[in-house]
């Protein structure tokens, strides 16, 4: 456990040993454990078809694990249907019933559990309150932008006070400012409420942005959970490198391993030292991993007494505001980016010849890809 | 650019937005010119004619123009003066000179049962115009229908231009001697219960139809395309064919000696043949049969468009699947139910071959009616009238789903 944490709440939701499949040849998900705390925002991410989506709807009802158990609260959940699990869920294309107004809309969880029609009236306008959205109570789900859609869907999720909430993607359908403003109110909303959250998306930094503890997703299968900075700075294999963060990779082979560290030999000559993360021991292949903003450029032919110092080649700049980034051509690798002050760029001419240099702790030996 | 040259600019160019509009106006009108030429001849054309033809009534007042001219200033209270006997008498020798004496006699005897005998025999044995100031005396003693007055205030009735005639009499209405609108004699009204007949008819065939399409529709919604369009050739099979033969599938399938009966018979639940043709249920049952695709697509394509997230929302928010069905599902369906249940019913109300062929003579609707005065007594004003009283009835309905469709339009809100 991480040094200054509270002591970690029981698990609220867990998953274990679960594994489905829909065509009884391919499993989506494989052999899932994996706990949820209480009050905690978990983020399900990975790319499309690595069965994080899967997981969120066995956990909401709608799909049935072929094997293994989820217990919410310590009560096996497998075979209960939806509407009894007391869990919100947010979906991607909201799912606002189009019949109703947003009043009713929001009243609807309520109603349905035969609240008292003061009580309803009275967090229905809470709810609305919370999303600022008092004024347009007698609107249609059709009248309204999709920002304000997926508020409704967030407050009629949250306005009958689930044990968990599930959001599937909500922000996929809005543009990226908006998306982003709604990443911070659906965080802020976390934060007071002290709700337990399990997101899905596909989108790195939304996860990065959010979440407590993302647990990267491929294949069906959990590669890593973790806090989003220890995802980024330490990633455990060369498809979490990847998908979160930018990342620049060189193949190479392991020549020797001393405790943490290993030296290796790139393919295109040269050797570097680097962090063994993940490999199998000495002669094994190895993917490095080197975040863009880890590297340094000096000029051609000055001394530089680090131990990783390999040639580069500059094959374009990009100017991006706030900073730009070189794209060179390294150990056969030509879309290796490093990222640079802006302004920096300018003296890089297309062609010129460089070295690159970075720290030995950070490049990390992952497993090859 | 200035706040000034706007404003100079500002009628040039709504002219000019309306210029470039009217092309494309244009453009657009000569696309549905042939269309709208083709229904006017077609459909508006005749529809108007059939109006027409229900308050027309011209054949009397030119086959006895001076009895019409003489009777016009007639107060109705007595008998007719001796002009109007000697104009009656001067007309008919000319119609029957003409021969057109049986036009009028047919369109008299609509509004008074054996007027055609009273006419055609006076025209016959009148065999000279009577001296003056004898006409009277002269058609009294050829028929003595002459002195009673209903006999004249039904010519001067059927004196058109226009009369509303055939109208009241579809409603099962007649005007009396003093001209008071009143009951028909019991013997004569029987549209009224032929309308309610049709209407009747038509509702239970709409009901059977929602009952029986609705869960066909839900599953045609529910599959997956490839098996959904193997039952939606199933449905649409009845479209392909020809209602004859559909409707006399029917009659084998369902006589006493039909499909039915004999399986019926053989499995031992009936010692007797039922009577399942002929009759009321035969109708329904066929009705129900031809008309079920225009309720099953109406309805699918309501459903079709109810994404599943809707359901799913429901039941993540603690609806139990019937609550979510009643509330969220079967609200959204409610546009299809209403234009499925509308078609059906309008096309019902019409519905003529199905009820002629399997129907009995207690199930025959307005539309055999209309058929039998058009075709059989040549009777068009009556016709007319009756397809104009269902035309109104049906415009109505149309008025009133329209409103209430109105009043709850449902809106998209789902981006797909």
Same mark, same amino acid.
């Given at each position: 456990m991480?040094?200054?944490?509270v002591?970690?709440?029981p698990?609220?939701?867990?998953?274990?040993?679960?594994?489905k499949?829909?065509d009884?040849?391919?499993l989506?998900?494989?052999?899932?454990?994996?706990?949820i705390?209480k009050?905690?925002?978990?983020?399900?991410?990975?790319?499309?078809g690595?069965?994080?989506?899967?997981?969120?709807?066995?956990?909401?009802?709608?799909?049935?694990?072929?094997?293994?158990?989820?217990?919410?609260?310590?009560r096996?959940?497998?075979?209960?249907p939806?509407h009894?699990?007391?869990?919100?869920?947010?979906?991607q294309?909201?799912a606002?019933?189009?019949?109703?107004?947003?009043?009713?809309?929001v009243a609807?969880?309520?109603?349905?559990?035969?609240t008292?029609k003061?009580?309803?009236q009275?967090?229905v306008?809470?709810?609305?309150?919370?999303?600022?959205?008092?004024t347009?109570?007698?609107?249609?789900?059709?009248?309204?932008s999709?920002?304000?859609?997926?508020?409704?869907a967030?407050?009629?999720?949250l306005v009958?006070?689930?044990?968990?909430?599930?959001?599937?993607?909500?922000?996929?359908a809005?543009?990226k400012?908006?998306?982003?403003?709604?990443?911070?109110?659906?965080?802020?909303l976390?934060?007071t409420?002290?709700?337990?959250?399990?997101y899905?998306? /596909?989108?790195q =930094?939304e996860?990065? *942005?959010?979440?407590?503890?993302?647990?990267?997703?491929? %294949?069906? #299968?959990?590669?890593?959970?973790?806090?989003?900075?220890a995802?980024y700075?330490?990633?455990?294999?060369?498809?979490?490198a990847?998908?979160?963060?930018?990342?620049?990779?060189?193949?190479?082979?392991?020549?020797t391993?001393?405790?943490?560290?290993?030296?290796?030999?790139?393919?295109?000559?040269?050797?570097?030292?680097?962090?063994?993360?993940n490999?199998?021991?000495?002669?094994?292949?190895?993917?490095?991993?080197?975040r863009?903003?880890?590297?340094?450029?000096?000029?051609?032919?000055?001394?530089?007494?680090?131990?990783?110092?390999?040639?580069?080649?500059?094959?374009?700049?990009?100017y991006?505001g706030?900073?730009?980034?070189a794209v060179?051509?390294?150990s056969?690798?030509?879309?290796?980016?490093?990222?640079?002050?802006?302004?920096?760029?300018d003296s890089?001419? /297309?062609?010129? =010849?460089?070295?690159? *240099?970075?720290?030995?702790?950070?490049?990390?030996?992952? %497993?090859? #890809? | 650019?200035?706040?000034?040259?706007?404003?100079?600019?500002?009628?040039p160019?709504?002219?000019?937005?309306?210029?470039?509009?009217?092309?494309?106006?244009l453009?657009?009108?000569?696309l549905?010119?042939?269309?709208l030429?083709?229904?006017?001849?077609?459909?508006?054309g005749?529809?108007?004619?059939?109006?027409?033809?229900?308050?027309?009534?011209?054949?009397?007042?030119q086959v006895?123009?001076?009895t019409?001219?003489?009777?016009a200033?007639?107060?109705?209270?007595?008998?007719?003066?001796?002009?109007?006997?000697?104009?009656?008498?001067?007309?008919?020798?000319?119609?029957?000179?003409?021969g057109?004496?049986?036009?009028?006699?047919?369109?008299?005897n609509?509004?008074?049962?054996?007027?055609?005998?009273i006419?055609t025999?006076t025209?016959?044995?009148?065999?000279?115009?009577p001296?003056?100031?004898?006409?009277?005396?002269?058609?009294v003693?050829?028929n003595?229908?002459?002195r009673?007055?209903?006999?004249?205030?039904?010519?001067r009735?059927?004196?058109?231009?226009?009369?509303?005639?055939?109208l009241?009499?579809?409603?099962?209405?007649?005007?009396?001697?003093?001209?008071?609108?009143?009951?028909?004699a019991?013997?004569?009204?029987?549209y009224?219960e032929?309308?309610?007949r049709?209407?009747?008819?038509?509702?239970?065939?709409?009901?059977?139809?929602?009952?029986?399409?609705f869960?066909?529709a839900?599953?045609?919604?529910?599959?997956p395309?490839?098996?959904?369009?193997?039952?939606?050739?199933?449905?649409?099979?009845?479209?392909?064919?020809s209602?004859?033969?559909?409707t006399?599938?029917?009659?084998?399938?369902?006589?006493?000696?039909?499909?039915v009966?004999?399986?019926?018979?053989?499995?031992?639940?009936?010692?007797e043949?039922?009577?399942l043709?002929?009759?009321?249920f035969?109708?329904?049952?066929?009705?129900?049969h031809?008309?079920l695709?225009?309720?099953?697509?109406p309805?699918?394509?309501?459903?079709?468009?109810?994404?599943?997230?809707?359901?799913?929302?429901?039941?993540?928010?603690?609806?139990?699947p019937?609550?979510?069905?009643?509330r969220?599902?079967?609200?959204?369906?409610?546009?299809?139910?209403?234009?499925g249940?509308?078609?059906?019913?309008?096309?019902?109300?019409?519905?003529?071959?199905?009820?002629?062929l399997?129907?009995?003579?207690?199930d025959?609707?307005?539309s055999?009616?209309i058929?039998l005065?058009?075709t059989?007594t040549?009777?068009?004003?009556?016709?007319?009238a009756?397809?104009?009283?269902?035309?109104?009835?049906?415009?109505?309905?149309?008025?009133v789903?329209?409103?209430?469709?109105?009043g709850?339009?449902?809106?998209?809100g789902?981006?797909?």
């Open positions: 991480e040094a200054g944490m002591t970690p709440a698990a609220l939701v867990r998953f274990s040993g679960i594994q499949t829909y009884g040849e391919h989506v998900v494989k052999n899932l454990d994996l706990d705390r009050g905690e925002f978990v983020t399900l991410l990975g790319p499309s690595s069965g994080k989506t899967t997981t969120l709807m066995m956990l909401a009802g709608f799909e049935v694990p072929t094997q293994g158990e989820i217990y919410l609260a310590d096996p959940i497998k075979n209960m939806p009894r699990r007391d869990i919100g869920m947010v979906f294309n909201y606002l019933f189009p019949h109703l107004t947003i009043e009713e809309n609807f969880p309520l109603s349905v559990r035969k008292g003061a009580e309803t009275e967090r306008k809470a709810a609305l309150r919370m999303i600022k959205m008092e347009l109570a007698q609107r249609r789900p059709g009248q309204l999709g920002g304000q859609q997926q508020r409704v967030l407050a009629r999720a009958f006070n689930p044990q968990l909430v599930l959001m599937d993607e909500p922000l996929g809005l543009d400012r908006l998306r982003e403003q709604m990443q911070l109110e659906i965080k802020q976390h934060e409420m002290g709700i337990t959250i399990v899905v998306t /596909h989108d =930094s996860a990065l *942005t959010m979440s407590d503890r993302i647990a990267v997703f491929n %294949d069906g #299968v959990v590669q890593q959970i973790d806090r989003p900075d995802l700075e330490r990633p455990v294999n060369s498809f979490v990847n998908f979160v963060g930018e990342n620049n990779v060189l193949s190479g082979t392991v020549e391993v001393d405790k943490d560290y290993c030296r290796v030999a790139l393919a295109a000559g040269g050797t570097v030292m680097a962090r063994a993360v490999i199998a021991g000495a002669g094994a292949a190895t993917s490095l991993s080197v863009p903003e880890r590297i340094a450029i000096a000029p051609d032919g000055a001394s530089s007494d680090g131990p990783n110092r390999l040639p580069a080649k500059v094959q374009s700049t990009i991006l706030d900073h730009a980034l060179l051509e390294v056969g690798n030509a879309e290796f980016m490093v990222k640079l002050q802006p302004g920096a760029h890089l001419k /297309h062609g010129e =010849s460089v070295f690159i *240099t970075f720290r030995p702790e950070d490049c990390l030996a992952l %497993d090859s #890809v | 650019m200035t706040a000034v040259s706007e404003a100079e600019t500002k009628v160019l709504k002219r000019r937005l309306k210029q470039a509009e009217r092309a494309r106006q453009k657009a009108m000569a549905v010119l042939p269309l030429l083709f229904l006017l001849f077609t459909f508006a005749p529809i108007a004619g059939m109006l027409w033809r229900a308050v027309d009534d011209r054949e009397v007042r006895l123009p001076q019409i001219t003489a009777l200033n007639w107060d109705g209270k007595d008998l007719p003066d001796e002009t109007a006997y000697a104009a009656l008498a001067s007309d008919l020798q000319a119609a029957r000179a003409a057109t004496i049986a036009v009028a006699a047919k369109r008299l609509y509004a008074l049962n054996g007027f055609r005998t006419l025999g025209a016959r044995n009148l065999k000279s115009l001296e003056p100031g004898t006409a009277k005396e002269t058609l003693k050829i003595r229908a002459w009673d007055r209903t006999t004249w205030t039904t010519i009735d059927a004196g058109g231009p226009v009369t509303g005639f055939y009241l009499a579809a409603l099962d209405l007649v005007r009396n001697a003093d001209g008071a609108i009143v009951a028909a019991p013997d004569q009204a029987i009224r032929i309308f309610a049709t209407f009747l008819i038509s509702l239970g065939v709409t009901a059977l139809c929602l009952i029986l399409g869960p066909v839900y599953l045609l919604a529910a599959l395309p490839g098996r959904s369009n193997l039952l939606m050739i199933f449905v649409l099979l009845p479209f392909w064919t209602l004859l033969v559909r006399c599938a029917w009659i084998v399938l369902l006589q006493s000696k039909g499909v009966n004999d399986s019926l018979h053989w499995l031992g639940i009936i010692d043949p039922l009577r043709i002929y009759n009321r035969g109708v329904c049952v066929a009705m129900t031809v008309l695709p225009f309720m099953i697509l309805l699918y394509s309501s459903m079709k468009a109810i994404s599943p997230a809707y359901m799913r929302a429901a039941a993540s928010l603690g609806a139990p019937l609550t979510a069905f009643l969220i599902y079967l609200p959204q369906t409610l546009p299809g139910i209403g234009a249940s509308l078609l059906v019913f309008i096309l019902a109300l019409g519905y003529y071959i199905t009820p002629a399997v129907g009995g003579a207690a025959q609707m307005i055999y009616f058929a005065y058009t059989e040549a009777n068009w004003g009556l016709a007319s009756l397809g104009a009283v269902l035309l109104l009835a049906t415009v109505l309905l149309a008025l789903y329209g409103k209430l469709v109105q709850q339009q449902v809106t998209g789902m981006k797909n």
